[in-house]
């Protein structure tokens, strides 16, 4: 398999990460060599074989359902780059 | 809105369409603590306060489950009857927005927790209609963020993100805007029953994304349109026949629909296209690898099927079929669990007062709840379990009137002022002396002193003017300032007027 | 009183409790190391006042009894690693400002031990990299280098400022996490020490993520049994990290005997690559007849899918980075870019362009690629898959043998920037080393010898699941049969 250019303008709009016309060519065709890397793993045979989930095997673990945390705004805002009365705050969305 | 509208069957120029409805019901779990935090579910509150670190993705954070969540969303697929999955995985269903603090949130997406189930809903005409649940599954809520506090920005508040939703999804089996009205109604009547959401619409704890598409019917399914998070039945009700009437108007002009997200505007009674959804979506869902499957034994299904009370359907049958009660008592007194157990509580304790069998007791007591009760509560803006009187103090008016101490009509005068001051029946018929007059002596003299006042209509009535009855009945009540036992009175004219 | 900063972490624990000399001097030389090293460009944040606290309180606690065997030990640790009130940064522009108001567990568990914290080391931008070049803070120069020719090394990746911390003696160990190779690759680049203890065995609570189910932290040092006194510190079930496993942390020291009497080694065949140069291959079997010297039996094993580890790891990490650092989103911390007139979206593509360097921002594009719909089965659900063969092959290998010996990385340092232009030679760094990572494996990368220029090659020692005493303990007898003494000219210095 291998992605054009519309492609990777998609992708990079997926992931959020403004990409400039000029190095699009270059990262189309640096995509393009990785993913040709990666088609080797076409070779393994892997009929019934489960995907893993976990390199671990134990159970998932479960916690009581009791408030531990919280009442610490100020520290979930302290790194925050704009703030206003208590929010958080980014540029106005539109619904 | 027409009559074949409110039907399901919209008529265009070209033929009849038909409504396809499928409903993705959010219930915000009811727990203490988050799905994957330790931070407080509790509503409102300074914003970002609920929040812990983990809520807020800060980076390093890992997700641990609560497992009152998982118990609650095993016990909901109990109530629906639902297939519940021992092993099922959470996904991360990746987009990027403001109040999505991890970029991404956790759901469940080919293994949910729970699988098929059913419901049946019951329409006005008094019939009834399976509707199909595809599944239910665990996940994330968001944050909230408010778009009109300041002129450029949107603030963002976590206080709700990472709080246990259950998504509860359909199949496309509703045809008309009252079935999904019905379905919503239930199963939230359900849900309430078991404990497992509190079904606050307004406080948003429930909300659902309607899917509508409209087709010719017995056709295939047309392309659909989510109508996301809307808040209150009448809406889902209302965004419902809107957009089905917008997707007949399209096509009927030779237009397609286009698959869409819409917001309903209840203002203006629309739906529109959300900005914000307008580019197709690409959720990229891959098993969450800070998680491990989600995996249980029999014995917690088994402990979440023991805590379940009995539900909805299960009591009105039982209401029918042991206590005699009418369909539609039934149905009123179990739409809310607090119902039931109240009318339960009020018919033990008449049966403890009068020593008579529950069966003889429960029409009378179900029509004395539904009717003058509930009245009194409507009027009052208050629920059951706010009531002044308590279903035993209910049960000691109806014994009264049971034992002849009062009439049925004094019984609501009484009725109001027990509401009013929480006083017990037979505190204020002592008080006010109501009590009314059973004494057949003093009755017999009252009624021949009035047949001895009024000649002319004992005449009459004599000649076969049947009606004037109620005259020297009325005679008697006026005598004795209403409080003739009303049921002696009849027997004793009878007794004197035929002879 | 010899040069403190030469010593060996159980050295100065032993020193520190006998009184010869205090964690206030042991420190003091140790940033005296350093200050007289920045040119190598280890570390992103210096912590030399905290230090100096700490080890004044390491003291105290020396004096009353109370130490443990971290206590007055200054370390250097990875800047993925939160540290609460200090600036924590993923080598990344991203989170150059970002100061943590939380601890990570393992570096909590090193400050209960009483730990002693010199700085915050440079590393590759979210882990990502063989090199220790696509840090935003700029590459970290190895210690070591080729005399005649002077030019400056890469240290490897991506814990390569903690690795160059320990190999040029400015600290006495250090702490990195690996992921796809980044404790060992860059141990056997600088010759140090480097472990990846089992996937659950160290809590990732705390560690800025990079691929959750493949991030391990871990210890570098200069000996085998530094690292066994580092790992029965850090190691520890944590209750906050679902992935965390709930196991006895044993006495790791204990198992170092140095007597392989009863044990078999493995040798996989499909680690001998054509072009590998010989020097590995010499060392690699001289490895073998030091581990039977000490007593094992060596047997050759295959291992078939070892060549679909690392194409297979190029899938699975991406994909999970490319989720793990959607929060950074220039919202609730980290990098804002915000152009004129600009909408969310804007914001989104403008901070995250700004804020990721060039081979982050490869890797999240490969990974929102490979996730999308329609490729998902294609790609993530066959790396999955065949991840289960990596495992399954590791599995049935140890049901023969005890432990398994390869090569740590296909060659020696090489020169900063020879391989950055090329995506692909620069991910192979890691074919050794990413089939332990996938399959959650314990691994040890010891300093074995050097090659024809006088640079240090590792040999590496995997063992099963949770059995990180076996690998320490096959580590060691390897350690003392190298007797691998070789340092770095302190050229920095001149």
Sequence with gaps: ????????????????????????????????????????????????????????????RWRQDEVTDGGKSEDILKNAPESECGFFAVPKVLE | MNEANRSGIIQGATGEWEMVIGLEVHAQVKSNAKLFSGAATEFGGEPNNHVSLVDAAMPGMLPVINRECVRQAVRTGLAI??????????????????????????????????????????????????????????????????????????????????????EIVSMPDMRTPEEAGAYVRKLRTILRYIGSCDGNMEEGSMRADVNVSVRRAGAELGTRCEIKNVNSIRFIMQAIRYEAQRQVDILEDGGTIEQQTRLYDPGKGETRAMRSKEEAHDYRYFPDPDLLPLEFDDDFINEARESLPELPDVRKARLEETLGLNAYNASLLVAEKENADYYEALLSAFEGLTGKPATELATTAANWVTGDFFGLLNKAGKSVSESPVGPEAGAGLLALVADGTISGRTAKDVFEIMFETGKAADVIVDEQGLKQVSDQGELEAIIARIIADN??????????????????????MKATGGKANPKLVNELLRGTLDK | MSDLTKLTIAQARDGLKTRDFTSLELTEANIRAAEAATELN?????????ALQQAKLADDRLADGSAADLTGIPLAIKDLFCTKGIKTTAGSHMLDEFIPTYESTVTANLFRDGAILLGKTNMDEFAMGSSNETSFFGPVINPWRVE??????????????????????????????????????????TGTVGLKPSYGRCSRWGVIAFASSLDHPGPITRTVRDAAIMLSSMASYDEKDSTSVERKVPDYEAELT??????????????????????????????????????ATIKDISLPHTKYALPAYYIVAPAEASSNLARYD??????????????????????RAAGFGAETRRRLIIGTYVLSAGYYDAYYLKAQRVRQRIAEDFNSAFKDVDAILTPTAPNAAFPIGDKMDDPIAMYLNDIFTVPADMAGIPAI??????????????????????????????????????????????????
């Design chain 3, 445 to 494: 990368s010891v300093p074995a010898g050097l090659d024809n220029q006088g640079l240090p090659l590792g040999l590496q020692i995997m063992g099963p699941a949770f059995e990180e005493g076996v690998v320490l303990k096959v580590a060691y007898a390897l350690e003392k049969a190298a007797a691998f003494d070789a340092v770095p000219k302190e050229w920095w210095k001149a």
């Design chain 3, 258 to 295: 140095g007597d392989l009497k009863g044990m078999t080694i493995g040798v996989p065949r499909e680690y001998r690559l054509e072009g590998m140069a010989d020097e590995i291959e010499k060392l690699w079997s001289a490895g073998a007849d030091w581990l039977r010297d000490a007593g």
């Design chain 3, 148 to 189: 005649k020719e002077g030019k400056n090394l890469v240290p490897g990746g991506s814990s390569g400022g903690s690795a160059a911390a320990v190999a040029a003696r400015t600290a006495l160990g250090a702490i990195g996490t690996d992921t796809g190779g980044s404790i060992r690759q860059p141990g056997s680049l």
């Design chain 1, 1 to 60: 398999m291998s992605v054009d250019k519309n492609t990777v303008v998609k992708i990079a709009h997926l992931a959020r990460i403004g990409v400039e016309d000029k190095n699009l060519d270059a990262m189309t065709a640096e995509l393009n060599n990785i993913l040709a890397w990666i088609e080797q793993l076409n070779e393994v045979d892997t009929e019934g074989v489960e995907p893993m989930t976990s390199a671990v095997e134990t159970k998932l």
């Design chain 3, 330 to 351: 220039g919202v609730r911390y980290g990098l804002r870019e915000m152009p004129q007139g600009g909408d969310l979206d804007a914001m989104y593509e403008a901070t």
């Design chain 2, 81 to 166: 009857g639902a297939k519940i999955n021992k092993f099922s995985i959470f996904d991360r269903k990746n987009y990027f927005y403001a109040d999505l603090p991890q970029g991404y949130q956790i759901s469940q997406f080919k293994q949910p927790v729970v699988g098929e189930g059913c419901l049946t809903i019951e329409l006005k005409d008094g019939s009834t209609k399976e509707i199909g649940i595809e599944r239910l599954h665990l996940e994330q809520d968001a944050g909230k963020s408010l778009h009109d506090q300041h002129p450029d920005l949107t603030y963002v508040d976590l206080n709700r993100s990472g709080v246990a939703l259950m």
């Design chain 2, 455 to 476: 000649p002319g209509q004992v005449e009459q009535y004599k000649g076969g003017k049947d009606k004037l009855f109620g005259f020297f009945v009325g005679q008697v």
């Design chain 3, 42 to 50: 280890i570390y992103i944040t210096e912590t030399y006042d905290l």
